[in-house]
């Protein structure tokens, strides 16, 4: 199933309303899609490098508008929507591991890693935002940043090095983007305990 979902996202790429399917992935990957964005991202901005800004401010802003619907979604309908989401997903026990111990320095550490790695799953920290109730603004502008930041290196790679740059991103990008969130993680917990 899985397998199938990642093709058909990236068969959108060649779609005259490739941008149009950009945004509605974006948006719901953010709050119930499993599929990241990159997926389609990734083809539109290597066949069009002129456009990569262009597509990583459309990705940006609908991932931000998919995410204030995940926070609005932990916040006021968890019972009722996210948990059969989490559960159809497999995800409920380990969400509620991570609410038991998240405040919003946690929240900030998993955007970026999610913004990096997609570690967590985006969907899982914006839900898990408004369940434990951060800040909307807040929230609104770290999204900005954690989302904004990903898709903005991308095209920034993609336009200065093009079709080579593709395999690293797919295979390596996210195990260097994941070290480097657990060195943030273990800097966190270290200054947390330490001081």
């Known amino acids: 199933m899985l397998r199938g979902l990642y093709d058909w996202t990236l068969s959108l790429a060649a779609r005259k309303s490739a941008e149009w399917w950009l945004a509605f992935i974006a948006f719901v990957e953010s709050s119930v899609f499993l599929v990241p964005a990159d997926v389609l991202y990734l083809p539109m901005a290597l066949s069009r490098p002129d456009r990569a800004y262009r597509y990583a401010l459309i990705a940006t802003v609908a991932s931000v508008l998919g995410g204030i619907a995940g926070w609005f979604i932990g916040h006021y309908a968890y019972d009722a929507v996210a948990r059969p989401i989490l559960e ?108």
């Open 88 to 195: 159809f997903y497999g995800k409920y026990d380990e969400f509620e591991a991570l609410r038991a111990g998240a405040g919003v320095g946690i929240i900030v550490l998993m955007l970026i890693t999610s913004g990096a790695a997609h570690l967590p799953p985006i969907k899982v920290v914006t839900i898990l935002s408004g369940v434990i109730g951060v800040n909307l603004l807040l929230f609104v502008v770290l999204a900005i940043v954690a989302r904004g930041g990903r898709f903005l290196l991308l095209a920034w790679l993609l336009r200065h090095y093009g079709e080579p740059i593709r395999e690293f991103i797919e295979k390596r990008l996210g195990l260097i983007a994941g070290a480097g969130a657990a060195a943030l993680i273990l800097l966190y917990i270290l200054v947390k305990y330490a001081f």
